[in-house]
């Protein structure tokens, strides 16, 4: 050890180092100094945040969502004027113009592309893969990660159900023990309920190329999301972040984590009367289905833009119990990468004085 380095201080030095080595990986493959991605969320992930989140070190992702292909390249554009860093963006497979929105990644030099919300076409994943992209999908299970690399992806994403929005029924720690020590072909980067350095590094150590976080960014100062939205995590607890609940059996509901509100009280009462019209003969088992559809028609928009929190969707995660303040984007990351660097450092402390 050179005489002006002190033990302390050489042991954040091989601790940085040691946390770089682990998540190489994932910073190859993403291009950023840190692999810590952005969850793509509707209409919180735009212009402004993924470009924080990128040129703080970590990776953004446009939530394309219900964008067509035109707002969709204004939205790129846009996020290429504010950072030169690397960034993804995020494309529903069942978008109706999906190989258009591909096509409009492509021709602004996007080089990720995630495709979500199920198992992407062929003709998706050899746009990506003709285009020069680099493609990341989402996987809730072993079987399916290993039919993904072999289709095409360049990585995976496996979210658990602790995270907010459109979830899986698999916590994040039981897909973690299935899927990372089995599949080391492609980074794997984990999602869902991560709220902190310590559990980052966790995941890296069992083969994780990276993480992903969304609720933590959502409330961010560069977040354009509504001051009541903010709030409403800030003073959420993890128990807080329900998932919704379906009432009757014939009558599907994709379940989505979100906080508990008047909101999702009128949605319980909403499938009770639309099931007992239904029984009634008043409703078609499709006008029924539709009707339960539509009830959260734009209610993340009121949410997130307008801010109504007790009627509109407000999607959380698990780990919004971690979110005590309106942060910026670079300290948010910075305390993340300081605290996986930090447990590594104490692990170097103890070797170093066996008694600590």
Known sequence: MPPDISPPDAHKLRARAELDRLWAAGTRFLGSRFAILG?????????????AISNAGGFGVIACGSMGPDA???EIAATQARTRAPFGVNLITMHPQLLDLIRVCLEARVEHIVLAGGVPLGAAVRAVKDGGAQLICFSPALVLARRLVRSGADALIIEGSEAGGHIGPVSLTVLAQEIL???????VFVAGGLGRGEAILGFLEQGAAGAQLGTLFAASKESIAHEKFKHAFIHARARDATISVQLDERFPVIPVRGLANDG?????????ETVRRMDAGELTRETAQLAIEHFWAGALR???IDGDVEHGSVMMGQSVGMVTAEQPIAEIIDELVSQAAGALA???QAAYHPAF
């Open 39 to 51: 969850g793509a969320m509707s209409w919180v992930s735009e212009r402004n945040l993924v470009s």
């Open 72 to 74: 969709l390249a204004a």
């Open 181 to 187: 020590p089995h599949l080391r072909d492609v980074p």
């Open 264 to 272: 999702t009280k009128r949605f319980l009462r909403h499938q009770a």
């Open 302 to 304: 009121r949410a997130v």
């Open 346 to 348: 104490l692990r170097g």
